[in-house]
């Protein structure tokens, strides 16, 4: 049975339609896929897989440094403690006026999730220390280490001991910045002309296909 002209006529160009219509979509849903993010330094060095955002400027990245469970917050310019990994004071605390001997951080006590830690010096180093399963008492201090030493005296609510562990700058080196995780990488897209040769090859097979079935 033959089909008519003019209905094969339009079968072709609803054929062409859906054609352009599909290769179009495969090419949205190609470059829109969900991804996690990892911060990097500048030497391309992967850091880590972000947590959470606390700011544009701000990310946290969960770590294992040393057998030492934490989160640091990192922006583009460096990495620095949670303000005491409990909403205390950041940094570590001295009782000399030039930031040497033993070093004293914030910690919640036993309510806390980590042990007493903190990041502070030029190096960015990272200082841990031994849980407690009391309340900490008060330190008086004279000298704090934030990025530098500064002499400033004062009290210390629930303060406990802490050691260096490792400096993080090196191995890290600032400025850090964001990007997609390997793991979810965008499936890789269909380019423009990519796209048109697909759609004439398979305009012209269903072309084809028509003028088969017309002149059977």
């Given amino acids: 049975m033959r089909i008519p002209i003019w209905r094969a006529g339009h079968s072709k160009y609803t054929l062409l339609g859906l054609t352009l219509l599909f290769v179009s979509q495969q090419g949205l849903l190609a470059q829109l896929q969900p991804t ?54 950041g940094g570590v605390f001295f009782a000399s006026a030039d930031c040497t001997g033993q070093g004293f951080a914030w910690s919640g006590g036993p309510q806390e999730f980590f042990e007493p ?16 399963t009391t309340i900490p008492p008060a330190f008086s201090f004279n000298s704090h280490l934030g990025t530098n030493c500064t002499v400033i005296s004062g009290t210390l609510q629930n303060a406990l001991p802490v050691f260096p562990v490792r400096n993080l700058t090196p191995p890290w080196q600032p400025p850090f910045r964001l990007q997609a995780a390997p793991e979810a990488s965008p499936v890789p897209a269909v380019s423009s002309a990519g796209l048109l040769v697909l759609l004439a090859a398979l305009a012209g097979g269903g072309v084809l296909v028509l003028r088969s079935r017309t002149g059977a």
């Fill in 117 to 132: 830690q903190s990041v502070a010096g030029p190096n960015r180093t990272f200082y841990a220390g031994p849980r407690s």
């Fill in 36 to 89: 996690a993010l990892e911060v990097v330094d500048s030497n391309n060095i992967v850091v880590g897989t972000v947590l959470d955002f606390r700011a544009p400027n701000a990310v946290t990245v969960p770590l294992l440094i040393d057998g030492h469970l934490t989160i640091l917050l990192f922006g583009p310019a460096g990495v620095s403690s949670l303000e005491g990994s409990g909403g205390g004071t």
